[in-house]
């Protein structure tokens, strides 16, 4: 049979295209997705930026993403200073509108400006708790300790410190950010 075109089409000929989303979607997953569903997303709680493991990893959930400010580096490395822990412990989840909080738009270069500044309150805020922990733990006054490599240790006289994951365990911070 000879077919011309018009009538070919005209038959009701269909072409059925998919795929499917399945590896992509598991690529997008974060370390930390899944951990726990509740995890709040109020700008004004600590517990909305971070999560520390058992093994001492910290987890930063930052509502602002990188656009070429530096906004990967420079957030962990600010969190890393307040936290007293390397920047290598640290994982990053960016714009993550399920896990992030709303930390409003990411424009020009205000991404660290002001995203920073948040993260940077919250574990000064999360810092304070932790040595607040770390003296009862202790029995030390807060001014005889600091925050170092992920410890809460004694200041000068040495003697062992005591991990961060051991003072928080499975708690949450449940502290509002102190500006």
């Given amino acids: 049979m000879n077919f011309e075109r018009r009538e070919f089409l005209k038959t009701g000929v269909s072409l059925v295209v998919s795929f499917?989303?399945?590896r992509v979607a598991e690529a997008q997953q974060s370390p930390a997705a899944g951990a726990d569903p509740g995890q709040p997303l109020d700008p004004n709680e600590v517990d909305s930026f971070f999560v520390v493991a058992r093994d001492g990893r910290v987890t930063i959930f930052c509502g602002k993403?990188?656009?070429g400010q530096g906004l990967r580096i420079a957030i962990p490395q600010m969190a890393a200073e307040e936290l007293g822990c390397r920047v290598e412990s640290i994982t990053l989840v960016?714009?993550?509108t399920a896990l992030t909080p709303d930390q409003g738009p990411t424009a020009g270069s205000t991404g660290v400006m002001r995203g920073g500044v948040q993260i940077r309150q919250a574990a000064a805020t999360a810092r304070q708790a932790l040595l607040g922990l770390g003296a009862?733990?202790?029995a030390r006054p807060l001014a005889e300790l600091e925050l170092v490599e992920g410890e809460v240790r004694i200041k000068s006289g040495g003697g062992a410190g005591v991990p961060v994951s051991e003072l928080l365990g499975?708690?949450?911070f449940r502290l509002k950010v102190d500006a």
């Fill in 20 to 22: 499917s989303l399945n």
């Fill in 136 to 138: 009862e733990r202790l």
């Fill in 65 to 67: 993403v990188d656009l």
């Fill in 170 to 172: 499975t708690r949450k």
């Fill in 94 to 96: 960016e714009g993550d």
